[in-house]
């Protein structure tokens, strides 16, 4: 076997590596300059390039807001976050969206797991000791878990009191939080803040509500005096009939049936299928002692409603 000529010629190698040595050296300086200017460079366009995304997806995520477009604030919150989880912008925008798109639905089952997304990134955001926002953030938190439930109740009057605490205040937060306190059976913390509330922004909701706190309180003389400025604020049917209903049970209890019988006949003037009324109007009659008009209440009752548990009670037990 013939070694390649050469090979160990070693006197060769010595007389040029001194040489070759000086112009490695060289190549590879200018290797390392290059890959440092070619790096500078591409860190500083990589910073310019990211910053001026967050500038862009801030506006592109106002422009959605004032427009609405809950659902692509979403998509577009997620495409963010998926290569920044901690985009305060992104967090707020998000969870903002899909707490109004749980308003937005109709039924219980559709609202709860927007409303848990919502609470998710909204928390996240919340991670950060202070932040701009925290304010409204809390008061966003407090209405998400209102709706979520009354066994949510005590998280949303925490994060409500703790949005005025930071000085954030809501056309509806002093509402929010009668209600919340009504729904744990707080009646005192609630009148207070439901009449906070009214000084703020009366409304014939806000009356209604009222009435029904006073009425659990059994503060019958304060639920009428209410209710009937309810009625004076309201052209809704749906609120006027509710009213009507507590104040007949009010004079009912007074044994006012004059009065009584007035709320029930003024509420079947606007709805003549309403079953309740008539069976109300029978429970006045049998008071009286009438059992004939009584009767005929109870059966117009069941002619709207068959199923109407009390009527059927009267009738046939």
Partial sequence: MRLPKDRFNFSRVSQNYGRRKSGLKLVVSA????????IGAFSVNKIMRVS?????MREELKVLWEQMNYEEINLRCAEVLESSPLNMDALVYNGLSYFYRGVAKFTLEDKIPLFDQAIEYLRLADLTAEYPLKGSVHYILAKTYYHKGRYYTDLAINYMLSSLDLGYQGIDSYEYLGLSYSELGEYEKSVEYFEKALDQ????????????????MEEFSRAEETLLRCLNATGDIATQQKARFLLGRIYLNRKEYLKAENQYREILAINKNSADSYFYLGSIYDELNDTIKARAEWRKALEIDPTHHGARQKLYN
């Fill in 52 to 56: 001026g995304n967050d500038l862009s």
């Fill in 31 to 38: 290797i390392v300059v290059i890959l440092s200017i070619t």
């Fill in 201 to 216: 922004n009366p409304s014939d909701t806000l009356y209604l509500v009222l009435g029904q706190t006073y009425f659990s």
